[in-house]
């Protein structure tokens, strides 16, 4: 079935609403589905006064990405759409490939969005690929959340993502394109049986299976993730106190006391927003650590264990969850002006405020990055009230804080900066450099997101 300008139409209606003229970036690998998500895109903005920018990652990986990326670019703007490269520099992983060029792809498109003041970023994922992340997620052990697949939208503290395609079937893309003498281009990697997608790809078709059926039950088990979800929103309003240091403190009773599909949400939540991370842990992690400490509730006091980058601890009647202190990331040179989302977790905004000066090197700057244990050390040895911090032992090394030549700078949540001190750092000449002047605890994926958002019914039953 060929796409129309109207069935686009009603597609983007359902994801709204939009700003006035509205600008949006489309992530176009050159196939069949985000080319023609980008041709579509550019002419519905266009009807709208607004503006469209093709976003073509260039992983390096293949010697041909570069000259594919050029000819994205020759399409795009042969149709009047802007066209834009990115490039993932520096080591690449040996395991995990796929998964790690995703993370970058997504992290330079939002940062790109985020710095050029688009509000959107539109994949191209059709009702084909949310058939395999259901079988890929139904065979690592996804419990209903995952099952559930990708949601039709997807609020970050850069970017709103929109699938638009969700509900459409790829064959109906090949077949727009092929009427409209459009060509694509055709990654070899889709005939790589070394990648698990590629895999389930030829066991749908070798086992029969459909992908209109498995979008239809990912659909289904989305329903019972948005009911589930509201639950979960409403336990955790009663449940979770979070400071801006980022750490939670949750009351076990009415985790207890709740049941288990959803407060094991609410428990996975509070992680992936405390560990900054993209993803719940496996279900089956969660499930241990759940019934550890809500099992026998009155035995987990003084219980630690670890889960999804965090620590978590009892403490009398509540749990306390922390970011651990292993994978902060290391302390990176910043700059004044510059806005800075670290960790996953803090949006930093810097200032052009004076800073001590850094010695020997002659070099001058700033650096962010996780307090740790000995920069917690240098704090206290300043100022020794600071170990009746209301912030606990275990969120303090991860804290996000500035240094330079000469050590640790600031602290904000700690209330700490040197040149506020007495002792022998105080009579250091500053000179001009960064410092904080604004720090969010806000995770993408926050306690408080908005939710799974399905396309509708009719839509995914016309794949």
Avoid at 110 to 124: A, V
Avoid at 191 to 198: E, I, L, N, T
Avoid at 264 to 288: C, F, M, N, Q
């Amino acid at each position: 079935m060929i796409i129309s300008e109207d069935k686009f139409d009603a597609l983007m209606e359902g994801l709204g609403p939009y700003e006035d003229r509205p600008y949006m970036a489309v992530a176009v690998s050159g196939g069949a589905d985000s080319l023609c998500l980008a041709l579509f895109a550019g002419r519905w903005a266009e009807r709208r006064g607004g503006r469209v920018v093709g976003l073509t990652v260039d992983h390096g990986l293949r010697p041909e990405a570069g000259d594919e990326a050029l000819q994205v670019g020759r399409w795009l703007e042969g149709l009047g759409i802007e066209h834009r490269v990115l490039k993932w520099t520096g080591p690449k992983p040996v395991s995990g490939i796929q998964a790690a060029a995703r993370r970058a792809r997504y992290q330079l498109m939002s940062s790109w969005c985020r710095e050029k003041g688009f509000l959107h970023l539109l994949l191209g994922h059709t009702g084909d690929d949310q058939a395999e992340t259901l079988l890929l997620r139904l065979g690592s052990g996804s419990g209903p959340d995952g099952l559930a697949a990708m949601s039709a939208i997807r609020e970050t503290p850069d970017v709103r993502i929109l699938r638009p395609w969700l509900g459409v079937a790829k064959q109906d893309l090949v077949e727009t394109l092929t009427a409209q003498g459009q060509k694509w281009i055709e990654d070899p990697s889709n005939q790589d049986h070394s990648f698990a997608r590629v895999r389930v790809r030829k066991a749908m078709k070798d086992g029969g299976f459909r992908p209109k059926d498995l979008a239809l039950a990912a659909h289904r088990f989305g329903r019972a993730r948005q009911v589930t979800e509201t639950e979960a929103s409403r336990l955790l309003a009663r449940v979770a106190r979070v400071h801006p240091a980022g750490f939670a403190e949750l009351q076990c009773a009415p985790l207890v006391a709740a049941p288990d599909e959803i407060s094991l949400r609410a428990l996975s939540r509070v992680l992936i927003a405390t560990g900054g991370r993209d993803y719940a842990p496996k279900l089956a992690k969660l499930e241990r650590l759940h019934g550890e400490f809500f099992s026998h509730p009155s035995a987990s006091d003084g219980r630690s264990m670890t889960l999804a980058g965090c620590h978590v601890t009892g403490k009398g009647d509540k749990i306390l969850i922390c970011r651990e202190n292993r994978g902060v990331p290391e302390p990176a040179l910043v700059h004044s002006g510059e806005r800075v989302i670290w960790d996953g977790r803090f949006n930093i905004l810097m200032t052009g405020q004076r800073v001590a000066s850094v010695p020997a090197s002659g070099a001058e700057g700033a650096f962010l990055g996780g307090l740790g244990p000995q920069g917690w050390s240098e704090v206290v040895q300043m100022v020794p009230d600071l170990r009746r911090t209301a912030v606990p032992a275990t969120a303090r090394h991860s804290l996000p804080a500035l240094f330079d030549g000469f050590g640790v700078y600031s602290v904000p949540h700690l209330g700490f900066r040197r040149d506020q001190c007495k002792g022998p750092m105080a009579g250091f000449l500053p000179v001009t450099g960064p410092n904080f002047r604004e720090i969010l605890f806000s995770p993408a994926n926050a306690l408080s997101s908005t939710g799974f958002f399905l396309r509708s019914g009719p839509d995914i039953l016309s794949l």
